[in-house]
């Protein structure tokens, strides 16, 4: 998808954080997707002012691509992985097939911006993402959610890198945000399904891009263990919890159902809002300059997106 105003905010306040770009790569080479004036601006919400001159090196340096954004920001080397040289990725490799060993444990920083949906074998290829960064480096991703039909093979759920970003696959999820794809959206923490013990659904009319960091804290045997959503692994786990009974219901019974699910809908498309903040927690801006995220409603952080300490404590954005 390239790096669009969002993505390299994101970037900037992660750097800001503590996130190392020593040695970065990318899912599939990343083009820039703004122009001068818009750089510069989201430079300037860190305090860096960028010459006219820098904005234009960086944007055209190497061909539009992202790779001199990345020296600025302090990579000693710059790689891109890729199943085609159509872009001339520095690396060719298919992300269908497992990695060969001198690309695992790499990378103090991996970005997916928006390459894993357009991979068939997802499991492999995300566990090669995982397997390709540093003991105590990060993986960034930004892939498509909802309103992507069509984009890519598949739209992505938080609980997929919840689950798979975990201790037993020797990650942590430092957080997980969800926006819609609009100049000044604003952007929202989202918690794990599994400490709200509730699904994290949206519905909504706009494309939504969500945003993961993951750190690597030890070596583990990734996807050792299968990744199952919370629900069915705690009802699995729970031994003395029976299944609820199937009866037959009746025409009046299935009418009253679809009633109700038709009023919940229409309620939910005009009165409720569509990021249910049970779930969705709006971020603060102005932390962000230091890397720091914290809820716009308490100036807290939620649960499943504080920051771990040192180099984890990174940062996204919340509005453009």
Not at 51 to 62: C, F, R, T, V
Not at 211 to 225: D, K, M, S
Not at 300 to 314: G, I, K, T
């Amino acid at each position: 998808m390239g790096f669009d105003t969002h993505t390299i905010k994101y970037l900037l306040a992660a750097q800001a954080g503590g996130v190392s770009f020593e040695r970065v790569a990318t899912i599939g080479r990343q083009a820039l997707t703004l122009n001068a004036r818009e750089l510069r601006s989201v430079f300037e919400f860190f305090g860096e002012r960028l010459s006219a001159g820098d904005a234009k090196a960086i944007l055209e340096e190497a061909d539009g691509y992202a790779d001199e954004l990345f020296r600025r920001l302090g990579a000693a080397s710059v790689d891109s992985v890729d199943a085609s040289e159509y872009e001339s990725a520095t690396i060719i490799h298919d992300l269908n097939q497992p990695i060969p060993d001198d690309l695992r444990d790499r990378f103090t920083l991996l970005i997916d911006g928006g390459s894993l949906e357009h991979v068939f074998n997802v499991p492999v290829a995300l566990r090669n993402c995982m397997e390709m960064v540093a003991i105590g480096g990060h993986y960034v991703s930004v892939n498509p959610a909802n309103n992507f039909f069509g984009h890519g093979f598949y739209q992505f759920s938080p609980e997929l890198f919840f689950r798979a970003f975990s201790p037993e696959n020797g990650y942590e999820v430092d957080r997980i945000i969800a926006f819609e794809t609009r100049p000044r959206s604003t952007w929202y923490l989202v918690r794990d399904p599994r400490e709200v013990h509730r699904r994290v659904r949206l519905e909504n009319r706009r494309p939504v891009h969500l945003i993961a960091q993951a750190r690597r804290i030890v070596p583990a045997a990734i996807f050792a263990q299968t990744p199952q959503q919370f629900k069915y692994s705690d009802l699995w786990s729970d031994g003395d919890r029976k299944p609820p009974k199937r009866t037959p219901r009746g025409v009046f019974a299935h009418l009253h159902a679809a009633w109700k699910r038709e009023t919940n809908r229409l309620i939910q498309a005009t009165v409720k809002p569509r990021f249910n903040p049970k779930v969705f927690a709006r971020v603060a801006p102005e932390p962000l300059r230091q890397g720091r995220f914290e809820s716009r409603a308490d100036g807290v952080q939620p649960a499943s997106a504080s920051a771990p300490s040192n180099a984890s404590s990174s940062g996204a954005t919340s509005q453009t």
